[in-house]
């Protein structure tokens, strides 16, 4: 029985490709049955994210090349493709990799809280379609309990080490109620994105997004409840934003000291909080020399996000001590559930010879045989029969120099604490 993880994630693939494998709430239902229904899964669950998608199973093989083609099938894409984007772990492996990506440590943004909900969503859809086991359930829930121990003995979770989120951090000093204040982002790329997410998670009023492609910034501010607007229509959002966070690839600025002075009067000085992303920068130096303006670069975050990279990165370390003990208990527990099956085996064996010869003296003390001579009778043979494969297989290890089977069967059938026999 093996464990194996195989996902394709942020790190390995281009958006492009990572939308192509994602799973709908909807195909999940038949993606479980059809994954359970291949000759080798026993078990099976799917985490499917903006940034991963990752398939954790239960096989009767070690390899992903079944699995791997099933994932090209579903989604109709070559399997070839896939595997140049594709990565997958097996058994303490898959573990170490479910535990990391639950606390974080496998995230865009390191230590973001998000995918640990995300992943006991993916549990639940798991047992609601019947795709879990004995197997994966305990591992999901042993990862639940690790996650709460790093998330409780760490500060994996504080000190955010984003640009996005410094800028946002930023804002909160200037403005304590976000759910009172307007914030127009410039740009649609990904720091824009995550500009857009700590906001809305942070209870922003009302977000604009502009964009040179308007068609972009429509598709970005549909994920986030947002106006969409072309750059052209600045000044006049500009009147009604508290908060501008900008981020382009635009060789010269886009807000100018003219056009921001002009939304000042108009805002009647209300005060405007803006963080410049972009490298060469958005706005004009000079906006900074407006009163009611408060206006700060990448550089000037610098100081906070290495700051708070220092302190995050040494809660990720102590997170990665606590998950290899985590690993550490899951494999212990699974080499002891390994065993139960063996030792349930050797019981039933045992019993059943018990059985045998306690049915063959009853069946002697009532011919009337001597009940003396019936018991040591009874016992000899017991001993007998319970002794011989054991001893017969330790001769035909130890003849074919079998010292770890010897080793082994001396740990396993010795009692050291016995007494010894007389000669």
């Given at each position: ?69 099933w994932l090209g099938r ?15 772990y097996l058994d303490n ?183 410049d992303i972009a490298v ?144």
């Amino acid at each position: 029985m093996t464990l194996l993880a195989l996902g394709i994630n942020h790190k390995t693939a281009a958006v492009e490709v990572r939308e192509q494998v994602a799973f709908t709430p909807t195909q999940l239902e038949v993606a479980l049955s059809e994954l359970r229904a291949l000759p080798d899964v026993t078990e099976a669950a799917v985490l499917s994210t903006c940034n991963r998608t990752e398939l954790y199973c239960v096989t009767e093989s070690r390899g992903e090349k079944a699995i791997l083609e099933w994932l090209g099938r579903f989604h109709d894409l070559k399997v070839e493709d896939l595997s140049r984007n594709a990565y997958h772990y097996l058994d303490n492996d898959a573990a170490r990799h479910l535990m990391r990506v639950a606390v974080g440590l496998d995230s865009m943004v390191l230590g973001e809280p998000q995918i640990l909900g995300q992943l006991k969503d993916a549990y639940q859809t798991a047992r609601r379609y019947h795709g879990l086991g004995g197997e994966l359930e305990r591992l999901f829930q042993h990862t639940f309990s690790v996650a709460k121990q790093v998330r409780t003995e760490t500060g994996i979770g504080e000190n955010p080490v984003s640009v996005a989120y410094a800028a946002v951090s930023m804002a909160s000093r200037i403005f304590e109620d976000f759910s009172r204040q307007r914030a127009l982002l410039i740009g649609a790329g990904e720091t824009i994105e995550l500009v857009a997410r700590h906001l809305r998670e942070a209870g922003i009023c009302e977000l604009i997004v502009a964009n040179r492609t308007r068609e972009r910034a429509e598709e970005l501010a549909s994920e986030f409840s947002a106006e969409a607007i072309s750059l052209n229509e600045i000044p006049e959002a500009l009147v009604r934003a508290d908060i501008v966070i900008s981020s382009t690839a635009a060789p010269l600025p886009i807000l100018g000291k003219g056009m921001v002075e002009a939304a000042i009067r108009r805002r009647r000085h209300r005060p405007i909080f803006m963080v410049d992303i972009a490298v060469p920068r958005d706005i004009e130096p000079q906006v900074g020399e407006l009163g009611d303006v408060f206006l700060y670069t990448v550089d000037d975050l610098h100081e906070v996000i290495e700051e708070n990279r220092r302190h995050r990165q040494v809660a990720a370390d102590q997170a990665e001590a606590l998950i290899e003990q985590g690993v550490g208990h899951w494999v212990h527990e699974r080499r002891v559930r390994g065993a139960g099956d063996l030792i349930r085996r050797y019981r039933e064996q045992g019993e059943a010879l018990r059985a045998a010869a306690e049915a063959q003296a009853l069946a002697q003390l009532a011919k009337g045989d001597d009940p003396q001579k019936v018991i040591a009778r009874l016992s000899r043979q017991l001993s007998n029969k319970l002794m011989h494969g054991p001893t017969t297989r330790l001769r035909e290890a130890s003849g074919a120099e079998r010292h770890d089977v010897v080793g082994a069967a001396e740990a396993l059938l010795i009692d050291p604490a016995a007494p010894p026999q007389d000669p």
